[in-house]
Nanobody, 125 residues
Framework: QVQLVESGGGLVQAGGSLRLSCAAS????????VGWFRQAPGKEREFVAS????????YYADSVKGRFTISKHNGERTIYLQLSSLKPDDTAVYYC??????????????????WGQGTQVTVSS
């Protein structure tokens, strides 16, 4: 099993930046692919980005492509999500998640078995 803890959220003005961190413990995170999701009030949880085990292959939702960057640092046991050019529509609770060992990090939330508690990102206009 793997345990995930997010941090780095906060209040930022539109156009600003934040870096979210996802600290992993338990079974070594180098064995897992990882995804970031977000959930705004009254909306379903949606895919943001994912990264493979080694951090070499990444995928992004169209809504964040070119503005967000996911990176995986196995030595640090941490996955980062750099948020830039933030918009009010990016306001949400952001979660990192991992599927079971050997499973791919997809765009579907129900494919993930391990979740952090989330970190709030609020973007003011």
């Amino acid at each position: 099993q793997v345990q995930l803890v997010e941090s780095g959220g906060g209040l930022v003005q539109a156009g600003g930046s934040l870096r979210l961190s996802c600290a992993a413990s338990g079974r070594t995170i180098s064995l897992y692919e990882v995804g970031w999701f977000r959930q705004a009030p009254g909306k379903e949880r949606e895919f943001v980005a994912s990264v493979d085990k080694n951090g070499g292959t990444t995928y992004y939702a169209d809504s964040v492509k070119g503005r967000f960057t996911i990176s995986k640092h196995n030595g640090e046991r941490t996955i980062y999500l750099q948020l830039s050019s933030l918009k009010p529509d990016d306001t949400a609770v952001y979660y990192c998640a991992a599927p079971s060992l050997g499973r791919p990090a997809t765009r579907i939330a129900t494919d993930y078995d391990y979740w952090g508690q989330g970190t709030q990102v609020t973007v003011s206009s």
